[in-house]
């Protein structure tokens, strides 16, 4: 589908805190149950890609597609089960191995534009299209329509695409993915010059915040977050870090794609949110995250640190995360999370506020 085509059928479908232990809470998981969350509950993943949608092969999946690129995490089907009000349909634009083209990524977003066409979804192209309280009868999620890895968008014609992007649907976009790019640097190679953000990647950034797109950090090498960061603030425009996890390594880059408490803060000096998610990690005895309590303390530990409203929920549901935490199979199981959450001190307006509220907040800011 050419450029223009693709426009003319996006517009058609378009139309078509406070931390500290509880106590009148105590009782909050056990009432008014909606799949193990209370009803009102405002329930946001910021990252995901539900039923893998990002496969250009031939239906179906082939099991060893989904073991090697994927999971089944995060589908459709359990978004609705769970009630989740708002949840990333985030295509990619590369692999480990290589980038992805331009079709490519339009092709991803058609698969999105489609359900949305079958009233399976609602894109989220203003923070009311996603639905709030309790699910209704026939409920219809919201669909956060993203792109993890602008690489496709080009060098000289970055700007022109990604208004293409945004007429489509699109309002979140992680510049940098598996490799460095035009746009800037990632966390798991270590640059030789520094590893900023470029020219482009400026140009890149400043337009999104233009268009009304939220800017994703994730995966961004220090110096690049740093150079997003600070056009955040000049801005007055707030970034997330869609899904990561802490590490107390002073030096952890080129090895890993967790977040230290000095970059966590570059994004909370925006306004932002730092989103975790439920992946395993073990050093030793006393460093790990292997269970929901630890997935709790952790978020505990950062709520402290940069404060409850820079602290969301990213899953990377169906991104094929190498290990999860002991019991997590799908965003199905995320009530376990707001359990050990209560268990480790927080309130209820404080677990609300990371399942959901914080993120809605930065929708409303960046997107309207």
Not at 147 to 152: D, I, Y
Not at 165 to 189: F, Q, S, W
Not at 246 to 272: C, I, S
Not at 286 to 314: C, M, P, Q
């Amino acid at each position: 589908m050419n450029r223009r085509n693709f426009l003319k059928c996006a517009a058609v479908l378009g139309v078509s805190v406070t931390l500290g232990k509880t106590s009148a809470y105590a009782n909050w998981l056990t009432n008014g149950k909606r799949n193990g969350f209370p009803q009102g509950m405002l329930l946001i993943d910021a990252h995901a890609h539900p039923d893998q949608f990002y496969y250009l092969g031939p239906e179906p999946k082939p099991q060893s597609w989904i073991d090697q690129f994927g999971d089944e995490s995060s589908t459709l089907e359990e978004i609705k089960e769970l009630g989740m009000q708002g949840s990333s349909f985030s295509a990619i634009g590369d692999t480990p191995s290589s980038p992805l083209t331009w079709d490519q990524v339009i092709l991803q977003i058609e698969k999105v534009i489609t359900l949305e066409g079958k009233g399976l979804v609602k894109i989220v192209r203003r923070h009311e299209d996603m639905p709030h309280g309790g699910p209704p009868e026939g409920f219809i999620p919201g669909a956060i329509l993203s792109l993890e890895g602008a690489t496709p968008l080009g060098g000289s014609t970055v700007l022109e695409n990604l208004g293409i992007l945004y007429e489509c649907g699109v309002r979140l976009i992680t510049p940098m993915h598996y490799k460095a790019n035009d746009i800037g640097y990632v966390m798991t190679e270590i640059p030789s010059n520094g590893g900023g953000l470029t020219v482009i990647g400026q140009q890149m950034v400043e337009r999104m915040m233009s268009l009304g797109m939220i800017v994703d950090v994730a995966h961004a090498y220090i110096d690049t977050l740093d150079g997003i960061a600070e056009i955040a603030c000049i801005d007055g425009v707030p970034i997330i870090d869609s899904h990561t996890s802490l590490t107390h390594r002073e030096n952890p880059y080129g090895t890993t794609r967790l977040r230290t408490f000095k970059e966590m803060e570059m994004v909370a000096e925006t306004g932002g949110v730092v989103c975790t998610w439920p992946m395993e990690w073990y050093v030793d005895e006393s460093h790990h995250r292997t269970s929901f309590l630890d997935w709790a303390k952790e978020n505990l530990e950062i709520a402290r640190r940069i404060g409850i409203e820079h602290v969301g929920l990213g899953t990377d549901g169906g991104g094929g995360i190498p290990e999860s935490i002991d019991g997590y199979g799908s965003i199905l199981d995320l009530p376990k999370l707001a359990e050990a959450m209560e268990k480790v001190g927080f309130k209820r307006r404080d677990i609300e506020a990371y399942m959901g509220g914080n993120l809605l907040r930065v929708i409303k800011k960046c997107i309207g």
